[in-house]
Nanobody
């Protein structure tokens, strides 16, 4: 089994910052892309940021310059530093990882259960 556990969500005032973490655990041989998605009330889940195992990144236009994704491959952990938060960033944030469980199987995408980020005065 593979588990992704997010942490770091909460309530923050507009203009504030939060740092999300997501740790992967279980039985696997490698992790390819790790990233963050979010889903606001009444909206579809959308990509926030993703990082390959080699360090390449991709960000949603709405978060460029404000959010930074990073990862510690030794700890199988991905982070999302969120600065200059606004009400539009309020959402449940989900961690995603492409995990390869053995050398003879393809990578499969796994999801965390999500962590709520609320930006409000």
């Amino acid at each position: 089994q593979v588990q992704l556990v997010e942490s770091g969500g909460g309530l923050v005032q507009p203009g504030g910052s939060l740092r999300l973490s997501c740790a992967a655990s279980g039985s696997f041989v490698s992790i390819n892309d790790m990233g963050w998605y979010r889903q606001a009330p009444g909206k579809e889940r959308e990509l926030v940021a993703v990082m390959t195992s080699g360090g390449s990144t991709n960000y949603a236009d709405s978060v460029k310059g404000r959010f930074t994704i990073s990862r510690d491959n030794a700890k199988n952990t991905v982070y999302l530093q969120m600065n200059s938060l606004s009400a539009e960033d309020t959402a449940v944030y989900y961690c995603s990882a492409e995990v390869r469980r053995s050398f003879i199987t393809r990578a499969v995408n796994y999801w965390g259960k999500g962590t709520l980020v609320t930006v409000s005065p």
